[in-house]
Structures are given as C-alpha cells and as structure tokens.
C-alpha cells in the first residue's frame, strides 16, 4: 500500500536577526506583512519600510495583486476546450509564451500541456501509478509544439500551476517596487522574490534543504534583488512496491524524472525560476548545467544521487557554503 506525504518546497533562512540592533543610529524600520492561502499555496508578504503607511500599504497591493491573479487561475488548470476566455487573456499569453521559451531551451522537458498526465496520477490520493496503456494514451496528447502549431489532439490540459504563481509572484513585486520599497520578500509556497537586502545591508540569507533529510540543509548562499525557486522529488510523492514516485512529470514518458532529487533556480524573476526549476530538474544536471551557462543571469544548483551530491553552476562556485566544509 503506497502513501502519500508532501514536505514545504523550500526551507527559507531569512536571516533577519540583527535588523533592530543599533536603532539609535540609524532610522527605524517598519515591518508590516500578511499571509493568505491563495494560488493553491500559502502566500506571505513582508515588507520593512521606513514609513509605517508605506509598509502597510505596500503589503496590501502586493497581496491584491495576487489574489487577482488567483482568481483567474485557481489551481493552475486550464482546458483548451472549456476555458476559451481564460486562453484568450493577457495573462495567459504571457504565460504562453514564456513557457514556450522555456521548452524550447529545455528540449521540452517544461511543458505546461503535461497536465493531461497529471491528472492520472493524482498525487493528493495515489496509491499505485496509472496503467501503462493510460498513461501512453495521455502522453500522445501532450506536447506544447504540436498545440501551437494547431496541431495534435483537439484538447489539451494545461497545468500551469507553478508558472502562474511566480507569475503572481512577479507581479506583486513590481507593484512594491514602484511605490519605493527597498527591502521585501514575497514567498508563494517556496516562490520567493526577494527585493533589495536586509534592512542592514547584507544580503538575504536562503538554505538549501537536504531532499532526503527532513530539517537538514545542504548549504546557503547569501543573494540580493533575485528570485528563487526549486523543484523536488520530496514535495509530492508516494510509495508503492518500494518505488518511490514524484509529481515532477517527464512530458515524453509520463513517468517521474530521475535525473535529480532537487534544483534550486536563481534568475530574474519568479516567472522564469520557477518554469526553469522544473525542466532543470528532468534534464538533469549534466545537460542542465550546460544548459544555465548559455543563459544570461541564472544560477542552478543541483542535489543528485539521494541528495549526496551537489552540483552548481559557476556563478555559484564562490558563493555557495557547504555546511558540511564548514
């Protein structure tokens, strides 16, 4: 009997500790946030402003923005056939195209039409995978290529749950910054943008979580003004005949990647971390490293190998403390 078992996406050190040391000398800081569980996740916004309205404020366009966002896309489906005006939207066309960037640059190992698959394995009540023949049936109508080029199965099953968020993400924090906030983290479900630094001036502090060692880390990196997202094969899972199987879906096969335990993204925005994040993860990190090395302004870093092994990409060499070199 297989069971099931969902773990936080990404463990988060924020570091903060030190922010009201030595007030006297500087101005004071006003921290304001709140949490909500929208886009299918728990949602928090953390503002430090050196006005109070400012901060509250902040928080509250922040956190509209994304329940605007949430509105439209709940849990991250849409359907070809029944959701014409949703596909017909700005936002979906954004979203469209940046994942058709991404699966180009990922030999489609992101695609978003994959949810099809996904509904077969049904990860919040799985006991046993899908049979092989309804798994091939569903695999023969995925492929966001064929969809564009008007081709293929006449409906598809978008799953842009994770892409959708940072989206929401992305544009919580435009909005914070354009009223002059300096200092903020928006976390969706592990989906971070972190805005500017810390309130003293160093960078924001993110640990890399161990995926086999539940509280464990496998080291830090210390960053400003970037997004952050990982992918892991502990997040949703369950057991059955000794095999473990995960909700990361390799589009060409419908089965669970094996490349990789976790991939944790650093880019721009959240948007773009978070479509990465997954297609690093099935690519794996031979052909993922390479893959981030072609790209202007990402960093990756990959646990293999039940999570002993750790490879990151170059911008990350001096950067990434090992907790176990310390």
Known sequence: ?????????????????????????????????DSAIMMDTYVEVSVWARDADLARSAVDAAMRE?????????DGTVNSRSDGAL???????????????????????????????LRLWEFHDAAEPPSEDSLARAVSCVGLAGYLAGAGCEDFFFDLG???????????????????????????GGDLNLIGSRTDGKPWRIAIRHPRQAGSFLGYV??????VATSGDYEKYFVHDGRRYHHIIDPHTGMPGG?????????????????LATGLFL?????????????????????????ESVAVSSGLEGILVRLDAE
């Open 162 to 188: 994770g892409i959708a968020k940072g989206y929401a993400v992305d544009l919580a924090s435009e909005r914070i910054r354009r009223m002059g906030v300096e200092s903020a983290i928006i976390n969706a």
């Open 87 to 117: 596909m017909e939207s700005e936002a979906f066309e954004f979203l469209l195209e940046v994942s058709r960037d991404v699966n180009l640059r990922t030999d489609g190992m992101f695609d978003p039409t994959v949810g099809v698959v």
């Open 66 to 74: 994304v329940a605007r966002i949430d509105s439209m896309f709940g």
């Open 222 to 227: 210390d960053i400003e003004d970037a997004a």
């Open 283 to 307: 690519l794996g990190p031979e052909r993922g490293l390479g893959l981030v090395e072609e790209l202007q302004d990402i960093e990756a870093v990959f646990t293999f190998a039940s999570g």
């Open 259 to 275: 490349a990789s335990n976790s991939v944790t993204v650093l880019a721009p925005s959240s948007c773009l971390s978070d479509a």
């Open 1 to 33: 009997m297989g069971h099931y078992r969902y773990l936080p996406p990404i463990l988060i050190i924020f570091a903060i500790l030190g922010v009201v040391a030595a007030r006297s000398m500087r101005p004071k800081v006003h921290h304001h946030s």
